[in-house]
């Protein structure tokens, strides 16, 4: 069964002092496009966690995020007071500019100030290690089984709606068969009623010669046989191979050609008609296909 290249894993594990939360997303993409969104992880493990993410996800643009919650007691903060000063000084600065009375607000400002960017700064160890490692990674391929689990549900609905829109199509092929033999008497009809108009009687082997030669023109037969073939290679694809979907997005390309060969052959309103269906149901196909792994 095919997967959706849309997912989303979350796991948790236990670390040392505190907890480690791994998040794993990822959206269509041509290739494998990695991001992660962490100083957590420790440079000498980044490109193992990338091959692993590359190996188990094939392709997408896929993000990693880690966050660590320190347990109760554990890290220390401390207060950088320049920083914090130079803040002080400006809201000062500010509210003297304002006309607004110092009053008793002096802790109300430090308060303010201390939540500014960079005035306090935490202070934890390294988080991963050699020793937890084995906890964090068997936490890193949980996330990505869970996103796996996200892929193969979104797949379902994704096979479910690209197929029924082929089978719509195959449909409309026959609807096409069905009124295609009017062509042939209306083009017919159209000719001599041009003898007609201009008083002339035509010879009648020339008036066949000219059916025939229209006929030829408008004839669809081949274009309808290689559209039935794309259909059929398309279900095979999607049924039989693990990650099928840029040889889908290419085989509904050349269903795209075939079709609008049909329409500009048709030269019947039916039939025109029956193609602009055929269109909608295949730029639906083409947009499901991009979020096919």
């Known amino acids: 069964m095919i997967k959706s290249m849309t997912g989303y894993g979350k796991a ?35 490109m193992e966690v990338r091959r692993l993410i590359a190996a188990e996800l094939q392709r997408g643009n896929i ?10 007691g554990q ?3 401390s207060i950088n007071g320049e920083i914090l000063k130079g803040y002080c000084r400006q809201l000062q600065e500010t509210a003297a500019g304002l006309g607004i009375p110092s009053g008793n607000s002096d802790i ?9 960017p960079d005035v306090v700064n935490a202070q934890t160890p390294d988080i991963i290690n050699d020793g937890n490692w084995p906890a964090v990674d068997a936490c890193i391929r949980e996330a ?27 449909h409309l092929v026959d609807e096409i068969e069905s009124v295609e033999g009017e062509r042939t ?14 008083s ?19 004839d669809i037969n081949e274009e309808k046989t290689r559209l039935r073939q794309h259909c059929r290679y398309f279900m095979e694809t999607i049924d039989n191979e693990p990650y099928p979907g840029k040889k889908l997005g290419f085989i509904a390309q050349e269903m795209g050609r075939e079709i609008n060969t049909t329409g500009s052959k048709a030269n019947h309103t039916g039939i025109q008609k029956t193609v602009v269906r055929m269109k909608d149901d295949l730029e639906k196909i083409k947009e499901q296909t991009l979020n096919i792994l």
């Not at 993000?63 to 919650?69: G, I, M, P, S, V």
């Not at 479910?160 to 195959?170: C, Q």
């Not at 008497?185 to 201009?198: D, K, P, Q």
């Open 185 to 198: 008497a209306t083009v017919r009809e159209r000719i001599i009623s041009r003898f007609n108009e201009l």
């Open 200 to 218: 002339i009687q035509p010879d009648q082997s020339r008036l066949e010669e000219e059916m025939v030669y229209y006929i030829e023109k408008f």
């Open 75 to 77: 890290g220390t903060r």
């Open 108 to 116: 109300l400002l430090l308060t303010a100030a201390t939540r500014f």
């Open 63 to 72: 993000d990693l995020f880690l966050t660590y919650e320190p347990a109760e």
């Open 144 to 170: 990505i089984a869970r996103l796996n689990e996200f892929r193969a549900a979104e797949g379902a609905i994704l096979y479910r709606d690209v197929t029924e829109k082929v089978a719509s199509i195959l």
């Open 12 to 46: 948790e594990t236990s670390i040392d002092s505190g907890r480690l939360c791994v998040e794993i997303r990822s959206l269509n993409g041509k290739s494998a496009d990695i991001s992660i969104k962490s100083q957590l992880l420790p440079k000498d493990r980044e």
